[in-house]
């Protein structure tokens, strides 16, 4: 943290989450699916940082470590200059108005007792000591910025569609005027047509507001259009940060290659003459990941050096981060034996894009 | 079989309603169909759209109550397969109709092998002994690209990954060599590499065995990669219908349009805004009088709110064997 540059808002650094596994009578320790394995990147602010895999991969555990809605087992998450991961619980309390979650799921993440007034509410109650009547105005305030009639303000969870659910998640979550919202899957459970609805919602309102997103989601041709850079997580590391742009037209590590590829078009001519990079097998067990690479068991282009050596996350282009061996010839030795190498570059890489975004 | 040959289902205006506390649902509004042998017929629409309930509704599915397939016609081997016993129902699905359903984990039975599984039906349909079951249950394995099929048998659904139960859904829905393959959204729960293996199989399948199959999903980037036709459906009703190709290049009605353009591209140029569909799907009250679509139609014009649709033909072929569309709008009628 100490030369970090100014514009990054979000520092995450070698973050880890385990989980523990019990088993035995005796309810021993004997091992722990590790969700998210040594990830580290930063969030510009005013940016969109695109976080994409399949299930499994982590997504989700490190948007909700970065909130310390886990609490992580090693690494440091500076937002705003705290480091969130080693908050006490009151200054963590304090710091919540910064950094806020739209969830995936809008039908389980409100509560379906209480009226959207109350739910879009609650925030301001518990970190502001505005009376009835100001924090109405706001609430009122909110309903008008995700395009809620004010009307509904006494209706239940159940009165409203998906669509409308998520805009009451995405108010909620604006309440105590955030800078970061970390979205996980905002729209995934949502239809098609209502999709496009949130996602222009989500824009105009970082336009507006100048709101720095965490991007989560599977949909790689929504992440596409909303994210300024994409990182690509297989089995809890970050396999390519790159972006969006660049790693659209040529990605560079071959798990964003096979994941970009696989990818339906909806255009029947260019679907027929497409080739794809079709991935044998299953993704392994995050409780007992390959030795070496974690991608090496269904790599296309796996060699002997990815079953033995787990890749460092290093600039191989500007601006690109590639975890791969494949691009080893043209790293910088630095990068290949330890993270310390890789940060540097990667803080580097930042400054860059933080003047050209 | 009454016309056209060699399809091998044909539905003639299906309707299904729900009975619910709340007043009726109407929810297939004289839906009509057909399946060439052979094809690979796409159904898109979004959610309450009504395109599993067609589906299901056609082989005795949906429980009664509440469910009530009210009238129509389901042509399948020569007979009218609504008006049926129960029994002769049961002799037909999974004998002639297979049926791969959404979510791989939790249409196997949790207590039973796989081998069992696969097996039940060439018992019940086939009249197979246990032995000769079971060899044909472990070519099924094989053939849905399970390595090591044998001795996968005796695994439970538990061990397998999301990817390989679907795989094993789709080999317990082919045992009996089916007329017909009804998949509902077979890769909507998976990821997309895994999406894309099952799509590769289905391809396989289709060049190896000849399979006709109705393909049920939301996704009209998978439509594109594996379907001949595609039939799209809005509030429970057929609003476009034509071949694959003539569909994307020149949707014809303003939701399929609306529908195509909602979706980011993943190549080509980026847009900055994406359109949308304002509004919400109409909520299925009564048999439709008017468009369904009119309320969230950019074209919608007087007849449109005092006219349901019939479907009429694009490109002059009869309707239901080209392209066709339910829609007053026309593009001439907007120049002029």
Known sequence: MLDAPSQALVQVRDLKMYFPIYSGILRRHTGDVKAVDGVSFDIMAGETLGLVGESGCGKSTVGRALLRLYDPTAGSVTIDGDDIAKLAPEALRLKRPTMQMVFQDPQASLNPRMPLSDIIGEPLIEHTNWNAERRLERIYELMDAVGLNRRFANRFPYEFSGGQRQRIGIARALALNPKFIVCDEPIAALDVSIQAQVVNLLEDLQDRLGLTYLFISHDLSMVRHIADRVAVMYLGRIAELSPRDALYSRPLHPYAEALLSAVPEPDPNRESSRSRIILKGDVPSPANPPKGCNFSTRCPRVFDRCRVEKPDLVQVEPGRLVACHLYAATTNPAGSTGRPGATTQAKAEHNQQGVSV | ?336
């Open chain 2, 1 to 336: 079989m009454p016309d056209g040959g060699q399809a091998v289902l044909d539905v003639r205006d299906l309707v299904t309603v729900f009975r619910t506390r709340g007043g009726e649902v109407h929810a297939v509004n004289s839906v009509s169909f057909h399946l060439q042998s052979g094809e690979l017929l796409g159904v898109v629409g979004e959610s309450g759209s009504g395109k599993s309930v067609t589906m299901m509704s056609l082989i005795g599915l949906l429980p009664s109550p509440p469910a009530d397939v009210r009238s129509g016609e389901v042509w399948l081997g020569g007979r009218d397969i609504l008006k049926i016993s129960p029994a002769a129902l049961r002799d037909l699905r999974g004998d002639k109709v297979g049926f791969v359903f959404q979510d791989p984990m939790t249409s196997l039975n949790p207590v039973f092998t796989i081998g069992n599984q696969i097996m039940e039906p060439l018992i019940r349909h086939m009249c197979l002994s246990k032995a000769k079951a079971r060899v044909r249950a472990a070519e099924l394995l094989e053939l849905v690209g399970i390595p090591d099929a044998a001795s996968r048998l005796s695994a439970y659904p538990h061990q397998f990954s999301g990817g390989m139960r679907q795989r094993v859904m789709i080999a317990i829905a082919l045992a009996c060599d089916p007329d017909v393959l009804i998949a509902d959204e077979p890769t909507t729960a998976l990821d997309v590499t895994i999406q894309a293996q099952i799509l590769e199989l289905i391809k396989e399948l289709r060049a190896k065995l000849g399979m006709s199959i109705i393909w049920i999903t939301h996704d009209l980037g998978v439509i594109a990669g594996i379907a001949d036709r595609v039939m799209v459906m809005y509030a429970g009703q057929v609003v476009e219908q034509g071949p694959v190709k003539a569909l994307f290049a020149s949707p014809q009605h303003p939701y399929t349009r609306a529908l195509l353009k909602t979706i980011p591209a993943i190549t080509g140029p980026r847009e900055e805004r994406l359109q949308v569909i304002e509004g919400q799907p109409p909520i299925l009250v009564a048999t439709p009088v008017a468009c369904s679509f009119r309320a969230r139609c950019p074209h919608a014009f007087d007849r449109c709110h005092a006219e349901n649709p019939v479907r009429r033909a694009v490109d002059g072929l009869p309707v239901g064997r080209g392209h066709d569309v339910a829609c007053h709008w026309t593009a001439e009628a907007a120049h002029a």
